[in-house]
């Protein structure tokens, strides 16, 4: 399997824009992730689906963000306006819950600079 | 809800000297526990998790983490460093069969010193 594919890995953006990013997480898991990485703020969860239903959104920082995951192998991030705060980096992850297991695997994230 | 403590922004070691990196957490419910390690422009990358059982866990590249509930604690361990382990460090918390959602620690970066 090729893992987590997440693109672009590199997105340059002028302040105001429409953002989306992608997302296609491994064939057969079931929960997917959204994380931002920041110095100051660390890795923040900013929501979750389990069965391409979202269940957790309480991390989504205003409601110029938005997450869609319209089957199971594809998730969009979307962010709209955009602004310079939202520069970071941005991992999807994906996992296979099982009553044992619920390790995530991350993609290689992509790397977003508003300007 | 879940939380994660790490001590530490930053640990320097000597190669070949032991390495500790402390883990503390909170949760409501048996946790499940996760060590990652990211290396510069990656993603996270799974060195060993803790479930059930075994308390003492033991994952790739030589490292171990024992779970200790009494202490909350679940600390990262390798008896000698290498100058390949500088990276980040990222222990990780979920509620196991309750919930889905990882919650990570905020980091702790490995320096190795020649």
């Known amino acids: 399997d090729a893992g987590v594919i997440q693109s672009p890995r590199h997105e340059v953006t002028e302040m105001g824009q429409e953002v989306t990013l992608r997302c296609k997480p491994i064939?057969?898991?079931?929960?997917l992730f959204w994380y931002r990485q920041t110095m100051m703020r660390g890795l923040e969860l900013l929501i979750y689906f389990n069965n391409n239903v979202p269940i957790d959104d309480s991390g989504m920082p205003e409601d110029r963000f938005s997450a869609k995951m319209p089957n199971a192998s594809f998730s969009t991030l979307k962010i709209q306006p955009s602004e310079p705060r939202d520069s970071a980096v941005y991992f999807c992850?994906?996992?296979?819950?099982?009553?044992?297991?619920?390790?995530?695997?991350f993609g290689q994230g992509t790397r977003l600079t508003v300007v | 809800a879940q939380s994660v403590t790490q001590l530490g922004s930053h640990v320097s070691v000597s190669e070949g000297a032991l390495v500790l990196l402390r883990c503390n957490y909170s949760?409501?419910?048996?946790?499940?526990l996760f060590w990652y390690v990211q290396y510069p422009n990656q993603g996270l990358q799974l060195l060993l998790k803790?479930?059930?059982?075994?308390?003492l866990v033991k994952g790739i590249n030589g490292f171990e983490a024992e779970f200790k509930k009494s202490e909350t604690s679940f600390h990262l361990t390798k008896p000698s460093a290498h100058m390949s382990d500088a990276a980040e460090y990222f222990c990780a918390v979920s509620e196991g069969i309750r919930d889905d959602k990882i919650i990570f620690g905020k980091g702790t970066r490995l320096h190795i010193l020649p």
């Open positions: 992850a994906s996992s296979f819950r099982t009553a044992m297991n619920t390790e995530a695997f």
């Open positions: 949760s409501s419910v048996p946790p499940y």
């Open positions: 803790y479930t059930t059982g075994a308390t």
């Open positions: 064939s057969g898991h079931n929960s």
